[in-house]
């Protein structure tokens, strides 16, 4: 399985972005996903998390209520909405597969990890 994530960018606090992950090979729909993430200087942290089927979520208090995380399975794509960025939430976006149908704030759960994009928040 590869998964590529894009969408990241420079965006100024109170703005939006989508990060889409689209997975390859034959794992995804049956795989909880999850977004991590990584700000210079400090440990990669849990931001959300999706189930299989897509109804059941998780998300870090930090980012409760500003992100939406949701998928489409028919097109691979697990999808991370951040609304009222703040320069807190400058980080690389990481997306990640769990071994089975539900995620987890717990990264040792996941078995397959994207590149990663850039999300810069300027004040």
């Known amino acids: 399985v590869q998964l590529q994530a894009s969408g990241g960018g420079l965006v100024q606090t109170g703005g939006s972005l989508r990060l889409s992950c689209v997975a390859s090979g034959r794992m995804f729909s049956n795989n909880g996903m999850g977004w991590f993430r990584q700000a210079p200087g400090k440990e990669r942290e849990f931001v959300s998390a999706i189930s299989w089927r897509g109804d059941s979520t998780v998300y870090a208090d930090s980012v409760k209520g500003r992100f939406t995380i949701s998928r489409d399975n028919a097109k691979h794509t697990v999808y991370l909405q951040m609304n009222s960025l703040e320069p807190e939430d400058t980080a690389i976006y990481y997306c990640?597969?769990?071994?089975?149908?539900?995620?987890?704030?717990?990264?040792?759960?996941?078995?397959?990890w994207g590149q990663g994009t850039l999300v810069t928040v300027s004040s």
């Open positions: 990640a597969a769990a071994r089975g149908s539900y995620g987890s704030r717990d990264a040792s759960v996941y078995h397959y």
